[in-house]
């Protein structure tokens, strides 16, 4: 599955972990992308979004 969401472009970010001795070391934070069934531009498709974008209505489920 892709790591990219189809509608805001919003991707994995990348950052650092930092312990309590201030060491750091490198991590990702990813996205909660869905697959999920819906309308684009009148038909049906299975698209790759995250939940901010379900939640928000900029997707038409497929019911």
Known sequence: MARVCEICGKGPATGNTISH????????????????HAYVDG?????NVCTRC??????KKVV
Do not use: C, Y
């Not at 070391?25 to 999920?36: D, F, K, L, S």
């Not at 038909?43 to 698209?47: A, G, L, T």
């Open 43 to 47: 038909n049906k498709r299975w698209i």
């Open 54 to 59: 379900i939640k928000s209505g900029r997707v």
């Open 21 to 36: 001795s201030h060491r750091k070391t490198r991590r990702v934070r990813a996205p909660n992308i869905q697959r999920v």
